[in-house]
């Protein structure tokens, strides 16, 4: 990288323009922790605060971590996993979450990132695809597990569960608590079927002895939707993954290692969360508090409150809740230093109250689930442009390309102010998709560029801007949504004849669901009942959360749906009674 890329200029001082990726596997993080800050406590739960300054929780110190990693890593090669072997972590944010995920890196196996509210029918295509052999959810989730089982190559389960680490003067209470929400059962063992408590009882702090090369050996399989609606397993590499760690490392320069405290409230079986939240919270030795369930904002209010957090990275449907929260201003925020918003655009109004609120800086960022995630971000301490992405991070390089490319397969650099596809190339771009190398080569060029799929533009100062969206894809408060994927759920309903799905601006998510249904000759259905029936077969945050009856879909000549029609009379609508409300006012 030269000085000739706009955005160098724009950096805040202390941040380079690249970084030195050290050839190390992704789990020595945690290793050079542990001996930096071994009492130091490494991840925290807290499931409820109780009078006087007492709490339910669960807590590891990175000496813990370390050793509790190296047993599951000994108990994992014990039922045959190795170097190669997929590992599905089917989890909600939990101390033993980041164990197991340290563990299977140390046994040589890879995470396969699973979310756990996934269907039985969502499920199952992800576990084939994988090649997954081992799977770790909680003892709730079993029957879920065991449904699709004789599909794949699942051949060992291993159950835990929120209250694992959890004081034993709370367990039976938590225990009872779980499974009135589904989260617990009681699940005999044997057969394939293990406990995480029991297995890191049995075997020793002895991880297996593996060789890594970092370069090339997968580290994690981050499964990203396509606009056919199959399943792709981004993969990640060791150095993808060690890349963007140190590179969100060298953006945010007040960090005070050993000294910081991270809300990990984004689930980190997301990509975000897993790299902004707990592999840069372990590689500066921070104490991670996680939170299993998101959306409980009272809750995560409390946290930012009590545990005194530096660092919230989120989404911009996170802050938006807790800057309209009724007793926001009950609470003590002005711990928080920095947080970076990513997912989906955030609102000016919204970083500008919340930096109100805290006293810290809510900055927009970019990313993706092939790029590890993070690309662009604004400056944390420098100059923020709102509406902006912000500027490439240090040893990335960005561009805008034609949207499609000429006669010899070449894309045409555009120049300033010019609109088009968003690339980017970098040490954290992705190695490829799992066992499907056309659309490898569709999205990852011959030059080494990753298309996003994103219109943009870029500023004389090298700060980007995301104007559209190439693909159909709808993302809903961070979380990928594949059109498509809904339509085929809408269209088993027996009354429904087409539907039409797309992605609708929305103040808390930054897009949401929107159904266009037309009914089959003679029925009635209300929106509701279109609603609980996607809620029986997809996973929560794809159910729509607008339904429209019509008599029929825009159509091409040849009959197909044009989506893009029906996102443009949204958005006509929407500026149309932002108009009239201004007018009246």
């Known amino acids: ?161 929120l209250s694992d680490h959890v004081t034993a003067l709370f367990r039976r209470t938590v225990n009872k608590q779980l499974a009135a929400k589904g989260m617990y059962a009681e699940v005999p063992s044997g057969g394939g079927v293990f406990y995480y408590k029991d297995l890191i009882g049995r075997y020793p702090a002895r991880a297996p002895s593996v060789q890594f090369d970092p370069a090339h050996d997968t580290a994690v399989f981050q499964f990203t939707g396509g606009t056919t609606g199959i399943p792709k397993a981004a993969e990640l590499t060791h150095r993808n993954l060690v890349a963007n760690t140190v590179q969100m490392q060298a953006w945010f320069t007040d960090v005070s290692p050993g000294n910081e405290k991270v809300l990990l409230a984004l689930p980190a079986f997301h990509v975000y969360g897993m790299t902004v939240g707990m592999l840069f919270g372990i590689s500066v030795g921070a104490e991670i508090v996680v939170v299993p369930d998101p959306r409980d904002t009272s809750h995560i209010l409390e946290t930012l409150h009590r545990e005194r957090i530096t660092l919230y990275p989120g989404v911009p449907a996170m802050y938006i809740a807790i800057i309209n929260h009724p007793r926001v201003t009950e609470y003590n925020l002005r ?135 190439k693909k159909d894809l709808i993302i809903a408060s961070g979380y990928n949504v594949v059109p498509r994927e809904v339509e085929e759920v809408l269209f088993m309903h027996p009354k429904v004849m087409e539907a039409a799905v797309v992605g609708v601006p929305d103040p808390k998510r930054g897009e949401t669901v929107k159904a266009f249904v037309v009914l089959k000759e003679g029925q009635t259905a209300t929106a509701e009942e279109i609603r609980e029936f996607c809620k029986e077969h997809l996973a929560p945050y794809k159910v729509p959360t607008l339904v429209e009856f019509r008599k029929e879909l825009p159509k091409t000549q040849v009959g197909k749906v044009l989506r893009r029609m029906l996102v443009a009379e949204e958005k006509a609508k929407q500026a149309a009674a932002t108009a009239k409300e201004a007018k009246e006012q």
Not at 397 to 420: C, N, Q, R, T, W
Not at 437 to 445: R, S
Request: aromatic letters at 8%.
């Open 1 to 161: 990288m030269t000085t000739t890329y706009p955005w160098l200029s724009s950096y805040e001082q202390g941040v380079p323009a690249t970084v030195e990726v050290p050839n190390i596997p992704l789990q020595q993080f945690l290793k050079d922790s542990a001996q930096k800050y071994p009492g130091k406590t490494a991840v925290r739960m807290v499931l409820r605060y109780l009078p006087l300054g007492l709490a339910v929780q669960a807590k590891l110190s990175y000496r813990e971590l370390d050793e509790l990693s190296d047993r599951f890593a000994a108990a994992l090669a014990a039922q045959g996993i190795q170097k190669g072997s997929r590992v599905s972590i089917m989890l909600p944010n939990c101390p033993q979450q980041v164990v197991m995920y340290f563990g299977v890196l140390k046994a040589g196996a890879i995470v396969v990132n699973t979310n756990p509210t996934y269907p039985p029918h969502e499920l199952e295509p992800l576990m084939k695809n994988s090649g997954a052999e081992a799977i770790v959810t909680l003892s709730g989730l079993y029957q879920r597990v065991k449904q699709i089982q004789p599909n794949t190559n699942l051949k060992t389960v291993i159950l835990t569960d």
């Open 335 to 469: 711990s928080i230093k920095a947080c970076l918003s990513g997912g989906s655009a955030l609102p000016v109004e919204v970083a500008q109250k919340f930096d109100e609120i805290t006293g810290g800086r809510l900055v927009e960022g970019f990313g993706m689930s092939e790029s590890s995630p993070v690309t662009h971000a604004n400056p944390i301490k420098g100059r923020v442009k709102y509406g902006s992405i912000g500027i490439p991070i240090p040893s990335t390089e960005a561009a805008i390309v034609s949207l499609e490319p000429d006669e010899s397969g070449h894309y045409k650099f555009l120049g300033i102010g010019e609109e088009g596809e968003l690339v980017v190339r970098g040490p954290q771009v992705m190695k490829g998709y799992y066992n499907n190398p056309e659309e490898t080569a569709k999205t990852i060029d011959a030059d080494g560029w990753l298309h996003t799929g994103d219109i943009a533009r870029m500023d004389e100062d090298g700060y980007f801007y995301i104007v559209d969206r």
